[in-house]
């Protein structure tokens, strides 16, 4: 099988709950911070109005909804931590509060669960992470977002 082969092979892959909760967790962290929705609010919706999805034809399994609590609740918790931890992984002329607010949910997401979360690898939580941020932005931007938490992750392993 050729790598192309390979890659059309991923991108048809169907997401598991825990992808689908990651992505809802960003889109439910861009919301808060965008449209200035609560947390009450965001997490009923998405817990709510977010059941399963077709997907190319296929139905996708609905978003785990524990696991998408568990982040946008430890991201608006530990906000104050996790937010000087990716300042200290970006470049000095771009702190968090100058990046583009899908960029941030997907940083302070990934930070979570890399801090909080040690029952999952680091480099599923990158991969995951960096494969939301190239539905979202061009590929370059996936780079930025992998070499910034695997900066991130390297720092929680020297602790």
Do not use: C
Request: charged residues 30%; negative net charge.
């Amino acid at each position: 099988m050729t790598k192309k082969t390979e890659k059309s092979l991923d991108e048809k892959r169907i997401p598991n709950q825990r992808t689908l909760a990651r992505l809802s967790a960003v889109q439910a962290l861009y919301q808060m911070d965008v449209g200035q929705a609560s947390l009450e609010t965001t997490l009923k919706e998405f817990t709510s109005l977010r059941k399963g999805a077709e997907l190319e034809g296929e139905e996708s399994l609905p978003a785990d909804h524990d696991f998408l609590t568990q982040i946008v609740k430890g991201v608006t918790k530990n906000q104050l931590q996790i937010d000087p931890d990716i300042d200290g992984a970006l470049d000095d002329t771009w702190p968090v509060g100058r990046i583009d607010a899908t960029m941030r949910a997907i940083l302070r997401s990934a930070t979570f669960e890399l801090s909080s979360r040690k029952d999952i690898a680091p480099a599923i939580v990158i991969n995951e992470y960096v494969e939301i941020a190239k539905s979202f932005f061009e590929n370059d931007v996936s780079k930025m977002v992998n070499g910034v938490l695997d900066k991130i992750a390297k720092s929680y392993i020297k602790e």
